[in-house]
């Protein structure tokens, strides 16, 4: 894992630069939910993105998420991932939510193996919602991830069952963000959505934001993506650090999510997942 530190406060003479402005844009979107839908908590995957995304909610609230993070258990998480999540909730001072995946059994058999395993998420999830009657869940999705994740509004309202009706979404001006409630309803606020891959490890190097130690190349591989164990794959690569990182995204045309067998299985199967409340 690279190396802890607190979220840095940019001089008053500071000019704005690109991540600057994201990181801008970021925080008024976490104060926004904050303001407006409660109860609010926000899902801690303890890969990069999430990681970022903490980081980011402790420069909304002055170094102390005034709401819990989620993490929805499978049980198939590396043990490099379990440790992190144990080293640094104390370290963040995070009020952590765990909740378990219903067994594969019980999920839909016509989803494709790797989707079938990953829905299990989605109906964790749904519990966790449920049981605290949550309004907002704060998510750490980018668009530029996958085709699906790209139609999605920064809050984005879940009907009931937790569906996602893509064709009907609220629009979004001059960052006036809709909050639509009805009963069974709740909104899925997107703070990273604007960001992209290398945005995200760029801001890791500036913040010097700690990091499962699993991203960086080892024998000559490395995961661009974490998920479940058994269905999240290394790629090759030499980066070992997060300049290399940042140097090996910048020529590399490789999806990020080539090591997420659920990416390689029917084309249906992601859009299918994320109707139903994936992530």
Known sequence: MISHSEPRVMPE????????????????????????????????????DSNVMVWLARKAFMGRLPFPVMHVDT???????????????????????????????????????AARSAARKTAGLAKLIETHRLRGVIAGIRRDEQAT???????????????????NQPPEFWDQYAT???????????P????????????????NIPLVDLYFAKNGKRYRSLGDSDITFPVES????????????????????AGRAMDHEAEDAFERLRVAGYL
């Open 180 to 190: 639509p409630y009805e009963d069974g309803m709740h909104v899925r606020v997107h």
């Open 75 to 113: 049980g198939k998480k590396f043990p490099e991932m379990y440790a992190f999540r144990t080293e640094y909730a104390k370290k963040w001072n995070l009020d952590l939510m765990l909740g378990d995946c219903p067994p594969v059994e019980e999920i839909d058999p016509s989803l494709p193996p």
């Open 149 to 167: 994740r790209a139609k999605e509004r920064v809050f984005s309202p879940r009907g009931a069952g937790h569906r996602w009706d893509v064709r």
């Open 13 to 48: 003479s500071h000019v704005m630069d690109d991540l600057d402005q994201l990181e801008a844009q970021s925080v008024f979107i976490l104060r926004e939910a904050y303001r407006k839908l409660r109860p609010l908590a926000l899902l801690w995957s303890l890969g990069k």
């Open 238 to 257: 030499n980066a070992a650090t997060v300049a290399e990182v940042i140097a090996e995204l910048e020529t590399s045309k490789t999806s990020e999510r």
């Open 192 to 207: 990273l959505l604007a960001w992209r891959e290398i945005d995200i490890w760029r801001y890791i190097e500036r913040e």
